[in-house]
């Protein structure tokens, strides 16, 4: 039985021909998410804004009262609500600022979701609690900051690692990746405004570690054919390596994106932006291990001299001794 191959043997596939104008649109959806992020912002969840979340679903109406929600709850006095679509119509989160002297007495949170839920179900027979978040400020701004050296951490010892392990210009061009990945990520992130949470930083760091994985295959390639053909031009060397790892490449995509498709369409809600982050993550992570950490060795000054040992002073004379005899 003849196996099946989604990349024939023989492919040569001209990538780095395109590599100016793909890192232009690269270039230009990396800008146009930092400035959607800076804009219009991230829709922060309770793990790093503090305060409390409800989530309601209205079982048997397709579209939440919103506006009818909001202004039942900001009568109660705990101030004005935020009150943001998820998933389906009829599907809400009610985001509030906790009550003052909270900190100190969890009672007083406590009371706040209780008569606010006992408010929409008096009001809504159809409405189900579907969960109550609470984080004071300060355990915010504690996860809020140790989210962020994660991430730091993380790209800054990918590239550290692979520098060690190759070139400098390796490091250097794993790390650009890394930074393309979650800026185009967050850019979606901003664009749709979906809950910004710990699942998405999670979400992140997953994304790091694939996207290293991929980058490093195409890398190991790359080395191996720099000290396989030493006089091949560095274009046609780099589209060698991509297409000889091209049939890896896309097998584990695939593999990969048929189960988050599945998650996407089937999954439950709560972690519908953990999938989308993700599933959003393989396809960007795959185009830049092609189109970010291969083009950019061109411009780094990379080639096949670049793995010759450099001969001592020592040495040198060493081997001049031996060609005079």
Known sequence: MKLLKLVPDHTNIHFLKWRVPFYIVSMLLMVASLTLVMTRGLNLGVDFVGGQMIRVTFERSPEAPVAELRDQVFKLGYGEPIIQRYGKPNEISIRMKLPEGSDHDSALSDKMARTITATIKSTHPDARIDGVDSVSGKVSKELGWDAFKALGFAALAVAAYIWIRFEWQFGIGALLSLVHDVTLTLGMFAL???????????????????????????????????????????????????????????????????????????????????????????????????????????????????FIPSESALDKQDRIAREGV
């Open 192 to 306: 749709t405004q979906m809950e910004f949470d710990l699942n998405i930083v999670a979400a992140l760091l997953t994304l790091i570690g694939y996207s290293l994985n991929d980058t490093i295959v195409v890398y190991d390639r790359i080395r191996e054919n720099l000290k396989k053909y030493r006089k091949m031009p560095m274009p046609e060397l780099l589209d060698l390596s991509v297409n000889e790892t091209l049939a890896r490449t896309i097998v584990t995509s695939l593999s990969m994106l048929i189960t988050l498709v599945a998650l996407l369409l089937l999954g439950p809600d709560v972690i519908f932006g953990f999938t989308a982050a993700i599933t959003l993550g393989i396809f960007v992570g795959t185009y830049s291990s092609i189109y970010m950490a291969a083009p950019i060795l061109i411009w780094l000054k990379v080639n096949p001299k670049s």
